[in-house]
């Protein structure tokens, strides 16, 4: 199970930090992604980080402004978003895998697990 927390209201140029604790199994054994889902738009991948952290993805949109990570021993990983932009407003949602390669990150079908998500408004 995958519990996200961190969102809320933030003003445009501010900074929050996404948490997603995994329960019930080591996060150390997945892949944690990232994906967002505006009002009236479809799911779209945000960012992803492999098993050790070594590697890193983000989508162009972000890129420069979110910092994915991950803390194995805590089973929980992170986003870091800085100069946030009223665009960002979204439901953001932590995904895990434990077969997805790095070309499929990108993917949500290449995840089995989800949370619930968490609310990110950014005013202008």
């Known amino acids: 199970q995958l519990q996200a927390s961190g969102g809320g209201l933030v003003q445009a140029g501010g900074s929050l930090r996404l948490s997603c604790a995994a329960s019930?199994?080591?996060?150390?054994?997945?892949?944690m992604a990232w994906f967002r889902q505006a009002a009236g738009k479809e799911r779209e991948f945000v960012s992803a980080?492999?098993?050790?952290?070594?590697?890193?993805s983000y989508a162009d949109s972000v890129k420069g402004r979110f910092t994915a990570s991950r803390d194995n021993a805590k089973n929980t990983a992170y986003l870091q978003m800085n100069s946030l932009r009223p665009e960002d407003t979204a439901v953001y949602y932590c995904?895990?895998?434990?077969?997805?390669?790095?070309?499929?990150?990108?993917?949500?079908?290449?995840?089995?697990?989800w949370g619930q998500g968490t609310l990110v408004t950014v005013s202008s």
């Open positions: 019930g199994r080591t996060s150390s054994r997945f892949v």
């Open positions: 995904a895990a895998s434990g077969s997805v390669i790095r070309s499929n990150w990108e993917s949500q079908i290449a995840y089995a697990y």
């Open positions: 980080i492999a098993l050790n952290g070594g590697h890193t």
